[in-house]
Nanobody, 129 residues
Framework: QTQLVESGGGSVQAGGSLRLSCAAS????????MGWFRQVPGKEREGVAS???????????FYHDSVKGRFTISQDNAKNTVYLQMNNLKPEDSAMYYC???????????????????WGQGTQVTVSL
């Protein structure tokens, strides 16, 4: 059974940084694609970043335009953990952040909610002025 557990959320002032972690378990082939999403009340859940690695040392990453240059997604396969390093945070980054997984490259490239199979419970990020 694939399980995802997020941690690392919190409150920070604008310009600050946070690192989110997602500890994953279950069959590796179901998690070749890992992604981070965020959602605020009343809005659609949007794909922030994703990373695909099926084997070897080749990884492909994808980012939402609004976070390019500020957020970095990475993973430590030995620890089965995916990270989202968030720098230069802005108030509009405030949201519930979710970790998601899927076995397909298509999920990573699309970063669409419906393309991901497994989800964590979320961790709150609040950025104040």
């Amino acid at each position: 059974q694939t399980q995802l557990v997020e941690s690392g959320g919190g409150s920070v002032q604008a310009g600050g940084s946070l690192r989110l972690s997602c500890a994953a378990s279950g069959d590796r082939y179901k998690r070749y694609c890992m992604g981070w999403f965020r959602q605020v009340p009343g809005k659609e859940r949007e794909g922030v970043a994703s990373i695909y690695r099926s084997g070897g040392n080749t990884e492909t990453t994808f980012y939402h335009d609004s976070v390019k240059g500020r957020f970095t997604i990475s993973q430590d396969n030995a620890k089965n953990t995916v990270y989202l390093q968030m720098n230069n945070l802005k108030p509009e980054d405030s949201a519930m952040y979710y970790c998601a997984a899927d076995g397909t490259y298509g999920a990573c490239s699309s970063r669409q909610r419906g393309d991901f199979t497994y989800w964590g419970q979320g961790t709150q990020v609040t950025v104040s002025l």
